[in-house]
């Protein structure tokens, strides 16, 4: 009987998404459930207000080898090991969905499970930054860890601390991180100024030290590198802390900063449609694109512009209308960048864009220019409900991603607290191996709920495997939830509803500085880089005519040096010679490829089709 009530559930879903209608998603509820999952994630002595109960105090004895007391904070997904890049991200994107966000939390009873969120993170990274130029960015290593199931109150591996340091520098963590403090001073200026004022002395501190002592986390703390590799650099991190400095300061060299270093630093050379806790890029030009909107950008108005230009790439991209670079979508319409945890990308993005549309038509703007059409904020909104609606179960499979929410939702979600019995039922230690033998291969689902969870989600054909071992799938990470907190909150409040944060009359701006013509954008801010593709040879093989392309990648800038050179390469058939593959494109060989000004590089390609598409994804102009 059990088997066909499922049954039964299911086809009603289905049947709802088929017909584009059924009942609206419950974002009140899925709001609460979203923030609800990070109190499983925490770390330390738990308090008083716990609510997931199966949980209990954990990490004790974290930072007392090296003389400092790191306990507290967030473990990143199914494991125990508190990795600062990601944590620092969550608390980041936490503390803006309650800045755009905080008045519609307000209205659904959440803003204070919000603010304790934040608070989790923000009072541990105080602890993790004990002296100006030091910071403690991770606790526990991901090899010990992942060759054990264990649940948290019982780990028996490796507690090491790892810092950053002038010997050992990190900017991208350390950037990360002042950008989280910066944002969280914002959001407790009102209520706990003298918390908000220590938050941004050490925002001040960590920027200082991630500018000056330059270099990539994770070369610093190797053991980070198979986990949270930082494959952007360090860059967009610098920018990304500097936006939020000056957003919590009002400092304009903080604004400078962001201006004079755009071309250098790649703030205006990227265009991407992805944001996540490595790629901060299209979060930085939505910043700006708001200061701008928002009246201040003062001498910087053109510069701006250029942040906007690349903010509107990331809408046009997102929707589809950007042509070359457009962001793959699967067949039941979800954005697509990659199969390991996909959701991260598209939870961070629908913020991105709800926070965008948001702005857009605050200021009385009509929306972004596309190359295939216009994207009004409300046909933007719109796109980004219709990827909350597709987690929260309005998709082919009727399945909800997020665990606790729905009729249907994964049941054997990859994480280790989850899948063993609560040590407040059963306290029996459990060993490395024992978890392993034990819990990891039961089969059914979880005994405890990681309710609220948002697991890592469907593959490109919108396939899906509730199953413990299939990490890339089941997964769940605090990233995940961090960004979709504000959306929901968004959405959950309509139209407009239940008004907005006090910010503390950052939003009661006149606005705005005119959108510049089209022809204006093409005449002043067109790209230094030129593409050509002509065929060298052709041949045909069983039946099939093969052509040679070669690809010739020009800098046409007159006195400045392309460097970290991205190229996206959309229908290639074939193998490329002369570039390298890398997470978010192809790149030059070498350690250090440049493109001098006036200089050329050329690659080729071969296949038996029409000339694939290739476009400039990210550069910096030196």
């Known amino acids: 009987m059990g088997v066909v009530v499922v049954v039964v559930l299911?086809?009603?879903?289905?049947?709802?998404?088929?017909?584009?209608?059924?009942?609206?998603?419950?974002?009140?509820?899925?709001?609460?459930?979203?923030?609800?999952?990070?109190?499983?994630?925490?770390?330390?002595?738990?308090?008083?207000?716990?609510?997931?109960?199966?949980?209990?105090?954990?990490?004790?004895?974290?930072?007392?080898?090296?003389?400092?007391?790191?306990?507290?904070?967030?473990?990143?997904?199914?494991?125990?090991?508190?990795?600062?890049?990601?944590?620092?991200?969550?608390?980041?994107?936490m503390a803006w969905s309650v800045l755009e966000y905080g008045g519609q939390m307000e209205a659904?009873?959440?803003?204070?499970?919000?603010?304790?969120?934040?608070?989790?993170?923000?009072?541990?990274?105080?602890?993790?930054?004990?002296?100006?130029?030091?910071?403690?960015?991770?606790?526990?290593?991901?090899?010990?860890?992942?060759?054990?199931?264990?649940?948290?109150?019982?780990?028996?591996?490796?507690?090491?601390?790892?810092?950053?340091?002038?010997?050992?520098?990190?900017?991208?963590?350390?950037?990360?991180?002042?950008?989280?403090?910066?944002?969280?001073?914002?959001?407790?200026?009102?209520?706990?100024?003298g918390y908000a004022n220590q938050l941004l002395q050490h925002s001040k501190q960590l920027f200082d030290?991630?500018?000056?002592?330059?270099?990539?986390?994770?070369?610093?703390?190797?053991?980070?590198?198979?986990?949270?590799?930082?494959?952007?650099?360090?860059?967009?991190?610098?920018?990304w802390a500097a936006a939020w400095l000056f957003q919590a300061t009002d400092d304009r060299r903080y604004l400078d900063y962001v201006a004079n270093n755009a071309d250098a630093m790649g703030g205006t050379g990227w265009s991407t449609g992805m944001f996540s806790w490595d790629i901060k890029y299209p979060g930085v030009q939505v910043l700006a694109a708001k200061i701008l909107l928002h009246g201040k950008a003062g001498a910087h108005a053109a510069v701006l512009q250029r942040y906007r230009q690349k903010a509107d790439f990331f809408v046009c991209a997102s929707l589809g209308k950007q042509g070359s670079g457009n962001v793959k979508r699967t067949p039941g319409g979800l954005l697509h960048h990659q199969k390991w945890n996909?959701?991260?990308?598209?939870?961070?993005?629908?913020?991105?864009?709800?926070?965008?549309?948001?702005?857009?038509?605050?200021?009385?703007?009509?929306?972004?220019?596309?190359?295939?059409?216009?994207?009004?904020?409300?046909?933007?909104?719109?796109?980004?409900?219709?990827?909350?609606?597709?987690?929260l179960g309005s998709n082919?499979?009727?399945?909800?991603?997020?665990?606790?929410?729905?009729?249907?939702?994964?049941?054997?979600?990859?994480?280790?607290?989850?899948?063993?019995?609560?040590?407040?039922?059963n306290p029996a230690f459990v060993s490395c191996r024992g978890g392993y033998a034990t819990w990891y291969p039961r089969k059914g689902s979880n005994p405890n709920l990681l309710d609220g969870a948002i697991v890592g989600g469907p593959d490109e054909y919108d396939n899906f495997a509730d199953e413990r071992n299939n990490y890339e799938q089941t997964e769940a990470t605090t990233y995940n939830n961090a960004p979709f907190m504000g959306v929901l909150a968004r959405l959950a409040a309509g139209q407009g509803g239940g008004g907005r944060f006090d910010r503390s009359?950052?939003?009661?701006?006149?606005?705005?500085?005119?959108?510049?013509?089209?022809?204006?954008?093409?005449?002043?801010?067109?790209?230094?880089?030129?593409?050509?593709?002509?065929?060298?040879?052709?041949?045909?093989?069983?039946?099939?005519?093969?052509?040679?392309?070669?690809?010739?990648?020009?800098?046409?800038?007159?006195?400045?040096?392309?460097?970290e050179l991205y190229l996206g390469i959309a229908s290639l058939y074939g193998p490329v010679t002369g570039l390298d593959k890398t997470r978010y494109g192809h790149v030059l060989p070498g350690t250090a490829p440049s493109v001098p000004a006036g200089g050329s590089v050329t690659f080729e390609y071969a296949h038996a089709a029409p000339p694939a598409n290739v476009w400039v994804t990210g550069y910096k102009l030196v």
């Open 505 to 563: 009359g950052l939003d009661n701006q006149t606005s705005l500085v005119p959108s510049l013509s089209a022809a204006a954008d093409q005449a002043e801010h067109k790209s230094p880089i030129v593409i050509e593709q002509n065929a060298t040879a052709s041949w045909t093989e069983k039946g099939r005519t093969y052509r040679r392309y070669a690809v010739t990648v020009t800098n046409r800038s007159l006195n400045k040096t392309v460097h």
């Open 342 to 391: 996909n959701l991260q990308f598209v939870t961070s993005g629908s913020f991105l864009l709800a926070a965008y549309s948001d702005s857009l038509a605050a200021a009385g703007q009509a929306g972004v220019r596309c190359p295939a059409g216009a994207a009004s904020p409300a046909e933007i909104m719109a796109f980004a409900k219709s990827q909350v609606d597709y987690i």
């Open 209 to 239: 030290f991630a500018d000056k002592y330059r270099g990539r986390y994770d070369a610093s703390i190797p053991v980070a590198r198979n986990f949270y590799q930082s494959v952007s650099g360090y860059s967009d991190e610098l920018l």
């Open 396 to 425: 082919p499979r009727g399945t909800s991603y997020m665990v606790g929410y729905g009729f249907i939702y994964p049941l054997e979600a990859h994480h280790r607290g989850a899948s063993i019995v609560s040590v407040k039922s």
């Open 10 to 93: 299911a086809a009603m879903v289905q049947v709802a998404y088929c017909g584009g209608g059924g009942t609206t998603p419950n974002y009140r509820e899925a709001l609460a459930k979203s923030i609800l999952f990070l109190e499983a994630q925490r770390s330390g002595v738990l308090p008083a207000s716990q609510r997931v109960s199966w949980r209990a105090n954990s990490g004790l004895l974290d930072g007392k080898a090296n003389g400092v007391d790191l306990t507290g904070g967030y473990y990143d997904a199914g494991d125990n090991v508190k990795f600062g890049l990601p944590m620092a991200f969550t608390v980041t994107m």
């Open 108 to 193: 659904a009873g959440e803003l204070g499970n919000a603010l304790e969120a934040v608070k989790w993170g923000t009072d541990y990274f105080v602890k993790a930054h004990p002296e100006a130029k030091v910071l403690y960015g991770e606790v526990g290593d991901g090899d010990t860890d992942h060759g054990c199931w264990q649940r948290p109150e019982d780990m028996s591996t490796s507690r090491q601390a790892y810092r950053l340091d002038p010997q050992r520098p990190g900017s991208d963590l350390a950037g990360e991180t002042a950008a989280a403090m910066a944002a969280a001073s914002l959001v407790f200026r009102r209520s706990n100024p």
